[in-house]
């Protein structure tokens, strides 16, 4: 799982050095990667990624000697303490083809349809997934792919929105099955669904707005019907 680390240090010396902070495996130069940053005279506090590597391990501090100039630099009291996960997946059961994560940033993972089966099933599942609505209507697959496993039940589709739209949402591309150009509002929208069962297994949001570009984030709460 891919960390997060907390660097705190006290800085002395000349002003606006510029810094490198990364957090990889077996670092051996920071070049190009991890967060640039002029830290300042006194308390400075960083969060620093994993820099899309698998783990975190390895933390380098880089000062860009040419923008010091000769002049001593000071760190002191500097600590570094691992924080948590940038993504944490639940893999111990589930249900479906989309992996919660369990930390704050909602990261969840999309899982093939094939070749991969939850050692523990389970019969109720929620799916989180965010598209967006233009001037221009989107046509946008929930997921990407399959996004329900088959015989399944919709209990409730919730879509927080950032603004106002019209949303039709069904099980094909540009359908309607479940919602026929619904008017969403600002806020949460409980979807009131024309049918709760999915003949082909897929999801589909089709949604435009008369100015700008809103953001459609969908809740939807599924069982599976043995």
Request: aromatic share 6%; glycine share 10%; charged share 10%.
């Amino acid at each position: 799982v891919a960390a997060q680390w907390k660097v705190v240090f006290n800085y002395t010396g000349v002003a606006s050095p510029l810094l490198r902070l990364a957090a990889q495996r077996n670092v051996s130069s920071v070049t190009g990667a991890g967060q640039v940053t002029t830290p300042a005279a006194g308390l400075n506090t960083y969060i620093v990624g994993n820099d899309n590597k698998a783990d975190a391990i390895d933390l380098e501090i880089q000062a860009a000697f040419a923008a010091i100039n000769g002049s001593t630099i000071s760190f002191t009291g500097l600590t570094v303490q691992q924080i948590g996960a940038v993504v944490h997946l639940m893999l111990d059961d589930g249900i479906g083809y989309q992996i919660a994560d369990a930390s704050t940033n909602s990261l969840d993972a999309t899982i093939t349809t094939t070749g991969c089966s939850h050692v523990i099933g389970r019969t109720r599942g929620v799916l989180h997934f965010v598209t967006t609505a233009g001037t221009v209507a989107s046509n946008t697959q929930i997921l990407g792919q399959q996004a329900l496993p088959a015989n399944s039940r919709i209990m409730s589709w919730v879509i927080d929105s950032s603004g106002s739209a019209t949303v039709s949402l069904g099980n094909v591309s540009a359908g309607a099955q479940f919602l026929s150009a619904g008017s969403i509002t600002s806020g949460l929208n409980e979807v009131t669904l024309l049918t709760r069962y999915d003949s082909t297994n897929n999801l589909w949001c089709n949604a435009s707005t008369s100015s700008g570009t809103t953001t459609l984030t969908h809740t939807i709460y599924y069982e599976s019907i043995r």
